[in-house]
């Protein structure tokens, strides 16, 4: 042990440039793995925030989930789960059951709808179920009669703006304007409207059902045991969520306590955070395949620098434990300190993550990601991996040395058939992986993409040295040509030093690779999805209303004199239920539902069967992609499950070509009104007829539709829009900046430990007569080939899994800007010179290389 502890504090001084670069790439590791491990908790202890069921012991919501069981070959029968986004309802019958249950104080109806106020959007609810937050009157008093709303404090009840008690306000619910007194004031929010519970039942439009049940408990009674006792009541009533659920998809009602409660209430918040757990799932295993990687690649050239120092000590008499020992405790010691200073960065790179996410309006309303004190050591368990796979990699780097015979050790081996091999079957293995992806779709396309990307670049990382001196064959003749003693040189450098070479190569490649597969993933999805939907909108104009549309709005519209058409647009999401390779997957999809008449002169899909202006309640228009997956075509027959969990079978009337734009589903205004919660802002999209005066018709559309606003039409008003996908968008964003960036200063790491271990090369070289100019034109011309061919064959790389995802996705190629990509091909330009040049700035100084011990 003291020999060991000696050999290790002896290299550890002696090596400290070579241990800096190794230093910054682990410390960068453990930050990253930190950062993201600490995201990942916190939404893994996240849930919705509890507002309106504060003042509540527990509440009985309806089933906001839908399942679907499936036997994959040779296995036991599995169950896949999806989060439904619109309310799944609780049967009236429901609140007799819960008031008659031992302990329970009082059970309170909650109805939830849109109201509009002076052109805005608010929520309805009855004033007994409001004091569950508990809200009460600060002015007034709380409404009596059905003519009575006690509304917000802070509501805008006009354009004057303000509130008082007394003032007469029309309401818009449903599409139909009455008037109410405003009878009170209540704390909380100001866009909230509350009525009598008889005035909320009428115009909530399902009055026998509740959106949920607030229980408040009896003093002194345990809230465990109540609810144990409510969910045994409703389950001895046979009382269930409200819908036709699929067969196997029991919807039994929840009873939600502590901070559960709030899942009643924000609807999003649980998909979200579904979503946002396989996002940081996804992008840390990202982050940990890298990171192995580069820590490996770091690691073993700061040893393959040395492997003449360890053979030494096996021929000096080094036992191979001895040796192992040795840089084992070397590593660690270097190891321990980057990634304890790493773990020290987790918390505030955590806190720019979070920053991030609230700028971009990422995530939910209601969705609490909580970071508690328990959460603060989370990053010194990354720190532990980051130690391990640095300690993994020492091992693997000196086990050659330590197992060969003394007399060998001094010998340099070329690498074996067997890493040639399995770098080969990696290769393929890639390339197969890219195959399977062009005949998936969606998250199963995006997998096998990813996969083949991963396993193309562990390929790569095998075979760098067999590819250093490929591409160094055909580099080597124009460098020998136009690059003069120089070009010479470093052709000659570069193929001698081809294990060197490939180390430098295969961090180029990782670099180009990765940036380029996640860069243009995203751009060629948002490129083609805004090119169909330039295409597909053919209005000039769309009128909006975010407090909700007036009845008859659409066809008060089409009366305008220069209208041509108009359709209603209304938004939603449905489940798809599907087997991948016999397990079972629920997709949940964001769809538009549209009234038909003249729909293809104001939204054409690109029909390519059938007609979509057949569209009616039971019927669907079917993406050509997914009809194809659903072996869909018209008249034929397809099963979904709508957002509020209800399944339907549907007559397929038409498939179209822009589903990447306009959703794989096209429904029906009415039969997608069925199922929505809360509808969102009424949009209509408005075709000016030919030669008509358009200002005149934006002047008649304002007249014909009070509390509206009439504007331009614009494509990303029609265009699709995932429930995660801002999400998603920031989180890439972040990923692709941190681990580019974290890839990069691997580069410039691994590239200085290879200058670094050339000093004595140069120096030998400057003795032999070659002259500082020819020497800092080789070294420019090494790096040069090394980032030439780096981003030839990381774009080789690439390419395959995008050209695989883009067909499978967009059926088309891949795109990637033109900023981007020369952003992309500068960094690597400028880092490779970087991390060539200036560690070697005090080798090329001066007339006379300096000798000595110390020069060697």
């Not at 109410?180 to 866009?191: E, L, N, R, W």
């Not at 409660?261 to 998909?271: K, V």
């Not at 020497?775 to 080789?796: P, W």
């Not at 088309?812 to 040049?837: C, E, I, K, N, R």
Request: with cysteine.
């Amino acid at each position: 042990m003291k020999v060991t502890g000696l050999l290790a504090s002896r290299a550890a001084r002696m090596h400290r440039k070579a241990w800096a670069a190794v230093f910054a790439a682990l410390a960068l590791t453990s930050l990253l793995l930190g950062t993201f491990g600490l995201a990942l908790a916190s939404a893994g202890v996240g849930h919705p925030r509890v507002e309106r069921y504060a003042g509540a012991a527990l509440v009985v919501a309806g089933d906001q989930g839908t399942r679907f069981t499936a036997k994959p070959w040779g296995s036991a029968p599995r169950t896949a789960r999806a989060g439904l986004t619109e309310r799944v309802r609780v049967p009236w019958a429901a609140l007799g059951v819960v008031r008659k249950v031992p302990g329970v104080r009082a059970a309170v109806a909650d109805q939830v709808f849109r109201v509009g106020m002076a052109g805005r959007a608010a929520l309805g609810r009855p004033w007994e179920a409001a004091r569950l937050a508990p809200r009460v009157v600060r002015q007034g008093h709380p409404p009596r009669r059905a003519g009575e709303v006690a509304v917000g404090d802070g509501a805008r009840l006009g354009a004057r703006g303000g509130t008082r008690v007394g003032a007469r306000v029309v309401l818009r619910v449903d599409g139909r304007d009455a008037a109410y007194t405003v009878v009170g004031v209540a704390d909380g929010p100001s866009a909230a409207a509350y009525f009598t519970a008889g005035e909320a039942r009428r115009l909530s439009g399902h009055p026998g059902a509740l959106d949920a049940l607030g229980v408040v408990a009896r003093p002194g009674v345990d809230t465990g045991a109540l609810a144990a006792r409510v969910r045994h009541a409703l389950d001895a009533a046979g009382v269930r969520s409200v819908g036709r659920r699929a067969d196997g998809d029991v919807a039994a009602l929840r009873v939600l306590t502590g901070d559960g409660r709030g899942g009643a209430e924000f609807l999003d918040a649980g998909p979200v955070r579904t979503g946002l757990l396989e996002l940081l799932g996804s992008v840390t295993a990202t982050v940990v395949l890298i990171a192995l990687l580069v820590v490996s690649s770091t690691v073993v050239q700061a040893l393959h620098q040395r492997e003449r120092e360890l053979g030494l000590l096996r021929a000096v008499g080094a036992t191979p434990r001895q040796l192992r020992g040795a840089v084992g405790r070397e590593v660690g010691r270097v190891a321990g300190c980057a990634a304890l200073t790493g773990a020290l960065g987790a918390v505030p790179g955590y806190a720019v993550l979070r920053a991030l996410l609230a700028a971009h309006d990422a995530l939910p309303p209601g969705l609490e990601l909580p970071f508690p004190p328990w959460l603060w050591p989370a990053p010194l368990i990354t720190a532990g991996i980051t130690v391990a796979v640095a300690r993994i990699a020492a091992v693997l780097a000196c086990a050659r040395t330590a197992k060969v015979r003394p007399a060998e050790a001094l010998r340099e081996v070329a690498p074996g058939t067997a890493r040639k091999v399995t770098g080969l079957v990696l290769l393929l293995a890639g390339v197969s992986s890219a195959g399977t992806a062009v005949l998936q779709q969606g998250a199963a396309a995006g997998a096998a993409a990813g996969a083949a990307a991963v396993t193309m670049v562990s390929a790569c990382a095998l075979l760098g040295p067999w590819i250093a001196e490929g591409a160094m064959r055909v580099l080597g003749t124009p460098l020998r040509r136009f690059g003069g003693p120089g070009g010479h040189l470093a052709a000659a450098n570069c193929r001698a030093a081809a294990r060197r070479s490939g180390a430098a190569l295969t961090t180029v490649i990782l670099v180009v690779a990765f940036v380029c597969v996640q860069l243009s993933a995203g751009a060629t999805l948002a490129h083609e999805g805004a090119a169909q939907a330039r295409g597909a909108l053919r209005a000039g104009l769309a009128v909006r209303a975010d407090g909700g549309l007036p009845a008859g709005a659409v066809e008060r519209i089409r009366a305008v004199p220069g209208v041509r058409a108009a359709t209603e647009v209304v938004r939603s999401t449905v489940v798809v239920a599907r087997r991948e390779a016999g397990e079972p997957r629920l997709d949940r999809l964001p769809v538009l539902g549209v009234t038909p008449q003249r729909l293809t002169r104001t939204l054409d899909p690109g029909v390519r069967e059938g007609t979509v202006e057949e569209l009616r309640p039971g019927t669907v228009a079917v993406g050509a992609d997914r009809a194809r997956s659903l072996d869909a075509r018209p008249g034929s027959v397809v099963t979904l499950r709508f957002g509020d969990g209800a399944q339907a079978r549907l007559r397929v009337v038409a498939t179209y070509e822009r589903s990447l734009a306009l959703g794989d589903f096209l429904f029906s205004r009415d039969e997608l009104l069925h199922h929505l919660s809360l509808p969102g802002p009424g949009q209509v999209l408005v075709t000016v007829a030919p030669g008509g005066d358009h200002e005149a018709v934006v002047r008649a559309l304002t007249a014909a539709v009070p509390d509206a606003r009439v504007e331009q039409g614009a494509a990303a008003s029609v265009q699709v829009v995932a429930q995660d996908q801002a999400l998603g968008d920031v989180l890439t964003v972040a990923a692709v900046s941190a681990i580019g960036g974290f890839t990069v200063i691997a580069l410039l790491s691994t590239l200085s430990l290879i200058a670094l271990g050339r000093r004595p090369e140069l120096r030998v070289l400057r003795l032999a007569g070659a002259g500082r100019r020819q020497l800092r034109r080789m070294l420019r011309l090494e790096a040069a080939a090394v980032a030439v061919a780096g981003l030839v064959v990381g774009a080789a790389v690439a390419s395959v899994p995008l050209l695989a995802f883009s067909l499978a996705m967009a059926g088309t190629v891949p795109s990637l800007p033109l900023g981007q990509a020369v952003l992309v091909v500068a960094v690597v330009a400028v880092v490779t010179g970087a991390g060539t040049m200036l560690p070697l700035r005090g080798t090329l100084r001066g007339r006379y290389p300096g000798t000595g011990p110390s020069g060697w």
